[in-house]
């Protein structure tokens, strides 16, 4: 498999230093005291805002942060982005610097403008290649007071992120066909097989997940999360989906193991109960969890997809070491947008649009000393991500890899099957006042 060339452009290290005024005006509020955000703009790319810290004396030189913002950048959007450099006036990165709170209130955008800067760019070659735009501190006063003017900290670069590209033929829950892509060369590298494990008789035979060609244990194993019994009659249950290599064999699997069912008195999945997902991996002749996707309707105005995912260490098939979670977020129920794992991205929550992910990489559980120098979170930087489509829209999920994180068919599966169960979640997570399509319909929805 050959990958894409990507281009990861971040900022980061940012800081504000402001003298202070030996006779300060009594309407204005030192950022000391203050907070500080700032909004970062690249042409043709969403707007992103990060936090400012304020810092009375010198930048702590060689520290390193979280990046405040990143910028994907597709071998489309670099020969876009270097095309117009060379016929129109060069590309700059766009930073406005405000004071006060980071948000709204009462509808209207707070803070005060402190002042603008620009970063040239030339991203010509930084496919193949590193550079750094700028690092150091840049003055956002008039050049007639600079030496008394305040000044803005920060780091712009950009990267060589190269990455597998995956797109699913059709929607999951319709078996399609997943193709590698790069440039204009569409080549089919796995299968899916969607099914429906059902507590009907015959019907069981006919939609149950087929084991005949799978380890035959998976089927115990998975039965040990949660009984068919004490269930409500409304509910989501019983979906997988398997995905196989051309010669047949299946690589990856994810496999519904909490049901979704509403919270009481609504028709909404809760976050305080939501339902979830494995995701599985072929091993010593049995399936091996991999990672576990929890899955929710929010509340009021956002009333969208809640997500959680957090990788699950290889403890021989149990789960009593601490996960680790890598990515919690919301996707627009209407819109849809991209369900992203980035272990390098801004962890302040602020990234717009509001849809990008804010991961962690930090265990849950008890004894979780030592598990941050787990192999998945010893690679910072962009891992996947996947593209999700609103209600009621034909979804065909496209799929993004970072090249570090695979190194054999199995790795690249396990993540196509992760993004079909993102895809799928948006289905189990429809409000229950609403029918579901035929494909994923139980036999109770289709009779109710």
């Not at 071998?75 to 590309?91: E, P």
Request: net charge positive.
């Amino acid at each position: 498999m050959d990958p894409c060339p990507f281009v990861r452009l971040t900022v980061g290290n940012l800081a504000l230093k402001i003298p202070v005024a030996s006779k300060p005006a009594r309407s204005v509020v030192h950022p000391s005291s203050s907070p500080c955000f700032c909004k970062i703009k690249l042409k043709n790319f969403p707007l992103q805002t990060a936090v400012i810290p304020y810092i009375p004396s010198q930048f702590p030189e060689g520290q390193l942060q979280t990046p405040a913002a990143t910028f994907h950048l597709s071998k489309s959007d670099l020969d876009r982005l270097v095309a117009k450099s060379i016929f129109t006036n060069k590309l700059q990165l766009k930073i406005s610097l405000y004071t006060g709170r980071l948000g709204t209130t009462c509808g209207v955008n707070s803070g005060r403008l402190l002042g603008k800067v620009s970063v040239p760019l030339d991203l010509a070659g930084t496919e193949s290649r590193g550079v750094t735009f700028h690092n150091g501190w840049i003055s956002i006063g008039k050049e007639s007071v600079k030496s008394s003017s305040a000044v803005f900290h920060l780091n712009v670069k950009a990267e060589p992120d190269p990455r597998f590209v995956f797109q699913f033929d059709g929607e999951p829950e319709c078996s399609p066909q997943v193709f590698q892509i790069r440039g204009n060369i569409r080549q089919p590298v796995f299968t899916c097989k969607f099914s429906l494990r059902t507590t009907g008789g015959g019907d069981r035979n006919r939609r149950s997940i087929s084991l005949q060609e799978e380890p035959s244990s998976s089927r115990s194993w998975l039965s040990s999360f949660g009984s068919e019994t004490e269930r409500p009659l409304k509910e989501r249950k019983g979906w997988s989906i398997t995905v196989h290599d051309l010669s047949g064999s299946p690589v990856a699997a994810a496999s519904m193991v909490t049901p979704f069912v509403p919270s009481p008195g609504s028709d909404r999945v809760s976050c305080s109960n939501p339902g979830s997902w494995l995701i599985l991996r072929p091993g010593a002749g049995t399936w091996k969890p991999w990672g576990r996707l929890e899955s929710w309707r929010e509340r009021g105005s956002s009333d969208g997809l809640g997500y959680r995912f957090e990788l699950i260490p290889d403890t021989n098939g149990t789960m009593s070491a601490a996960s680790i979670v890598l990515a919690e977020s919301t996707l627009s129920s209407h819109k849809g947008g991209k369900f992203v794992i980035d272990l390098g991205a801004c962890s302040n929550g602020r990234t717009t649009p509001a849809n990008s992910a804010s991961p962690v990489c930090s265990p849950r559980g008890s004894g979780d000393h030592g598990y941050g120098l787990w192999p998945h979170c010893m690679h910072r930087g962009f891992v996947m991500s996947a593209s999700v489509e609103g209600e009621g829209k034909c979804s065909k999920p496209g799929v993004e890899v970072g090249v570090q994180h695979v190194n054999c068919t199995e790795d690249a599966a396990a993540f196509v099957a992760l993004a079909a169960a993102v895809d799928l979640s948006m289905d189990a997570c429809k409000l229950f006042s609403q029918r579901l399509r035929k494909e994923l319909c139980q036999d109770q929805e289709m009779l109710g």
